[in-house]
């Protein structure tokens, strides 16, 4: 039986949407978020030692990292579905957004994070201008620009292609739809229409909403 370790308003929703696309039955064991850290307990620990989530079980196999469980999830189930084929240009674009998403763009929105939080939690006074001005500087000098070159970059592609890999919904889309849905719930589809089009159409399909509804707590949706 696959089992999804699933943590609270984080990344492994795609899973559970992606299992849907599949039609396949597996079970959730649900994981909180600390509430004062927003951390995962330790207990996910004991599935893998990283304690991230998502991580997937199926019998003996353990597999954690988003895009190693879809890719799992589509070579094991997908008959076919959800991977393009091997030297098409669809399967060159799959592979590309599927790391795209964690190992480009992932990194300087977590950074932004990070300084939110530093900028809001300084005290006192003469901290917060401190930690202020170096948030600035390193947002402004690094981070802002590539979050900005990364977003024009997806909503360019996004003028011209109906999913990631083109004209069929893969694996790609499940990776991409995390960073997405986190950046339009913070506005950015009034800037960014074709990424704003892009979590609607997701958000719309049916598997979507079964999992939204399985998944519990999730606020991007
Ligand atoms: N690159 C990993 C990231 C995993 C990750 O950081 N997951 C977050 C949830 S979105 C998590 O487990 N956070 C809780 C913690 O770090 O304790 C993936 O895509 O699976």
Same mark, same amino acid.
Request: glycine content about 8%.
């Given at each position: 039986?696959?089992?999804?370790?699933?943590?609270?308003?984080?990344?492994?929703?795609?899973?559970?949407?992606?299992l849907?696309?599949?039609?396949?039955?597996?079970?959730?064991?649900?994981?909180?978020?600390?509430?004062?850290?927003?951390?995962?307990?330790?207990?996910?620990?004991?599935?893998h030692?990283?304690?991230?989530?998502p991580?997937?079980?199926?019998?003996?196999?353990?597999?954690?990292?988003?895009?190693?469980?879809?890719?799992?999830?589509?070579t094991?189930?997908? =008959?076919?579905?959800?991977?393009?084929?091997?030297?098409?240009? /669809?399967?060159? *674009?799959? !592979?590309?957004? &599927?790391?795209? #998403?964690?190992?480009?763009?992932m990194?300087?929105?977590?950074?932004?994070?990070?300084?939110?939080?530093?900028?809001?939690?300084?005290?006192?006074?003469?901290?917060k201008?401190?930690?202020?001005?170096?948030?600035?500087?390193?947002?402004?000098?690094?981070?802002?620009?590539?979050?900005?070159?990364?977003?024009?970059?997806?909503?360019?592609?996004?003028?011209? =292609?109906?999913?990631?890999?083109?004209?069929?919904?893969?694996? /790609?889309?499940? *990776?991409? !739809?995390?960073? &997405?849905?986190? #950046?339009?719930?913070?506005g950015?589809?009034?800037?960014?229409?074709?990424?704003?089009?892009?979590?609607?159409?997701?958000?719309?399909?049916?598997?979507?909403?079964?999992?939204?509804?399985?998944?519990?707590?999730?606020?991007?949706?």
């Amino acid at each position: 039986m696959i089992t999804v370790h699933h943590l609270n308003n984080s990344r492994s929703q795609r899973i559970l949407w992606m299992l849907e696309e599949l039609e396949l039955d597996y079970e959730i064991k649900h994981y909180q978020r600390d509430a004062v850290t927003n951390l995962a307990p330790s207990t996910l620990k004991l599935i893998h030692p990283l304690g991230k989530s998502p991580v997937l079980t199926d019998g003996d196999i353990t597999v954690a990292e988003s895009g190693a469980i879809i890719e799992y999830l589509a070579t094991t189930y997908g =008959n076919g579905r959800l991977l393009p084929k091997a030297g098409t240009e /669809a399967q060159r *674009q799959c !592979s590309y957004w &599927l790391h795209f #998403a964690e190992g480009s763009l992932m990194p300087p929105m977590v950074a932004k994070l990070v300084f939110d939080k530093v900028r809001a939690n300084a005290k006192p006074f003469f901290v917060k201008i401190i930690a202020n001005k170096i948030a600035d500087k390193v947002m402004g000098g690094y981070f802002g620009p590539n979050i900005l070159a990364n977003m024009q970059f997806i909503e360019a592609h996004l003028g011209h =292609n109906a999913w990631f890999a083109g004209d069929e919904l893969s694996g /790609a889309d499940f *990776q991409m !739809s995390f960073p &997405l849905e986190a #950046a339009v719930a913070k506005g950015a589809a009034m800037q960014y229409p074709n990424i704003g089009a892009f979590v609607k159409k997701v958000h719309s399909r049916p598997a979507y909403k079964k999992a939204l509804s399985k998944g519990g707590q999730y606020d991007y949706a």
